[in-house]
Structures are given as C-alpha cells and as structure tokens.
C-alpha cells in the first residue's frame, strides 16, 4: 500500500506505553481501562502531533524545503510540537499564535522559545490570516517554507494516527489484550480521522469515541469536516474505503466553558488521575475527555465486559500556565 512508502522523519520513541489503570477502574467499578501514553513519546514532553508531524517534516524535506510555519493559539501544543520537530530536523520554524504577547513566558511559550521558533503574534487578525503573508515573506528572500495547517490536521499529518493504530493493533496483540472502545480528545479532526482510517484497516471492531473539546464551526460542521478529512486521508494512504457521517462517534455534551477554560469536570479528572495513578493530564484537552470517560463509565455507557483505552494526547506543559485555576479551591 502507498502508506508504506510516504516520506517520513523519526520523531517519537514508538511505540507508545500502554498500561492498565486497575486502581482507577476499581474506584469507578466500571470497564476495564488501558491508556495509551503519546504524552510520553520522547519530543519536548510530546503529544498527539508528533505522529502527525512525523509525515508532515517527512514531506516537507523531501520537498527541499527549509523552514517550516504554523500557527495556533498561545499555549498552542501543536505549535511547541512543531518547533522540536523543526529543530530535530534543522528547519527553521516560524509560528502565528493567537492575539497578543502576554506578560507570563510559560507553559508552551517558553518551550517555543527555547526551541528556537519565531514567533508571530497575530493580533488583530483572524485565525491563520498572517500564514500565507509570511510564507510569501520568507519566500521573497529566497526561503522555501512548508506549511503546516492548524493542528498539523490534513491526510498527511493524519496518517500519523493510521499508523498509530496498526502500532497498537500490534501492541495489543503481544499483550494477548482485547479492546472495545477508545476514547480520546478530538479537535482539529486529525487524530480521529487518522484513527477512523486505521480502525478499519487495523482493529475493525474498536469503537472509536471522540470527546469534543472546542466548537469552532467556522468551516464546515464538525461531522463533515471529519468526513472529508478521512476519505481524503484514505486516498493519501491508498486504502480503498469511504466515510459517512454516522461513522463518527463524537460526543459534545463536555464543552463546558468552552474551549481552554477549566471547569469542575476538568479539575476533578486531573486530580483524580493523578491521585489514583500517578499520571498527569493537561488541563485543556485530554482532562476534559478523562473526565468525560468517566462520566460515561458513571452512567453506564459500558459494559463490565468491556474494556476502554483511553488515548493520552499530550498538552501537559499547559498544566503551569493553569496553576490558578487548578489549585484554587484546593
Ligand atoms: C491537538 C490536541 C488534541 C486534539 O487533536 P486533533 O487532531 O486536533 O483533534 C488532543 N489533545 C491534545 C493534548 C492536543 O494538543
């Protein structure tokens, strides 16, 4: 298959850990409950991108290019992600992050910089508005930049999750390990489009179960956007196959606040994790998707018999520029 043969850079110490959470499990008296650690996954404290950006430096050296731009929010994981790849692979990295330069140097920013980016601050204009304006810059002094969309979230940053799941349908073989289900966070469509495409091909019967986490519908409705993204990835891997809307388990009663801000569900998910197992979860995706796991688990949603994977995507760093809001009512 083409998958085997598209451009790739070895980011990550792969695979990922899989561990069993039996304290936690107990505690809730639900389904058996596996995680998945690609927050351990070696890259400047890792996360979910470094799959996908695997292929996407992949490709762009074998373009010939040489510097790399993206963009994203402040605290942007994404976009810490980017800067190691770019640096691992003598890029230089260029990234447009949300709003104005704050006064704290934390979390994701100070790792940016020590990664050597540049960074860009959008201001005033929209989300990804600037990207294009400073490719043409760096190309105008004889720079040949490569540029990653939002999330690193196209079939090429996707099959990154194609990949990770014949990774684990491996895994789980050598560990004698069934699975029913996997939940993680989803966002920019990526990782679950990757995912849907590598369920088929790799753990057809795993349900695949993706925790909203922002509604940003500036584009298409998130179903659709999904759609599109798993057939395109489909065609970029050479797999014959195709999607519909009701392929796609997405769950978006666990908005909360909306996108970054920490609620009770989130808080309680980090120090449960944390207290029962030792595991950290960053406050903006993968505790509010832990949280919701658990709320389903609470209500039912899963047999005994059943046994969860919950995929940890990352994002921890974003723990210390969150340190208000999570021990306040300590
Ligand atoms: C980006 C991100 C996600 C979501 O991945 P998408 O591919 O954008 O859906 C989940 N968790 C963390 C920690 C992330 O940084």
Redesign the pocket.
């Known amino acids: 298959m083409r998958i085997d043969t598209l451009p790739r850079i070895s980011l990550a110490f792969l695979p990922t850990p899989v561990t069993e959470l039996k304290r936690i499990a107990a505690h809730l008296g639900g389904p058996r409950i596996l995680i998945k650690r690609d927050d351990l996954n070696g890259l400047a404290f890792g ?3 470094t799959r996908k950006l695997e292929f996407l430096v992949g490709e762009a050296l074998a373009q010939g290019c040489d510097s790399v731009i993206t963009g994203g929010s402040a605290q942007s ?2 976009c810490r992600q980017t800067a190691a790849a770019a640096a691992v692979a003598g890029l230089e990295c260029h990234l447009v992050l949300g709003g104005e330069e704050p006064d704290a140097i934390t979390g994701n920013l100070l790792l940016d910089r020590l990664l050597g980016a540049k960074v860009h601050w959008s201001g005033q204009y929209r989300k990804g508005e600037q990207i294009p304006h400073i490719a043409e810059q760096l190309r105008s002094t004889g720079k040949r930049p490569y540029v990653i969309p939002y ?1 690193g ?1 196209n079939p090429v940053g996707a099959n990154g999750f194609v990949e990770a799941m014949r990774e684990l349908a491996i895994q789980l073989e050598k560990m004698r390990q069934l699975i029913t289900h996997i939940v993680f ?8 489009a990757g995912m849907a495409v590598g369920a088929r091909l790799f753990v057809p019967k795993v349900k695949v179960v993706g925790i909203r ?1 922002d509604k940003d519908e500036t584009e298409l409705p998130f179903e659709e956007q999904m759609v599109v993204l798993a057939n395109d990835t489909a065609k970029h891997v050479g797999a014959q196959m195709t999607f519909v809307k009701s392929d796609f388990e997405i769950r978006d009663g666990y908005l909360g606040g909306g996108y970054g801000v920490v609620g009770d569900l989130e808080r309680n998910a980090i120090r449960l994790l944390a207290r029962t197992e030792g595991i950290l979860l ?1 406050p903006v ?2 505790a509010r998707a832990f949280g919701a796991m658990v709320d389903l688990i609470k209500k039912g949603e899963f047999s005994k018999d059943d046994c969860v994977l919950f995929w940890h ?3 921890t760093p974003t723990l210390f520029s969150y340190a208000g809001e999570l021990v306040r009512s300590q």
């Open positions: 996360g979910n991108k994981n994404h999330g979230s966070a989803s966002s920019s469509c990526g990782t679950q986490i960053d995706y993968t995507t990352g994002g």
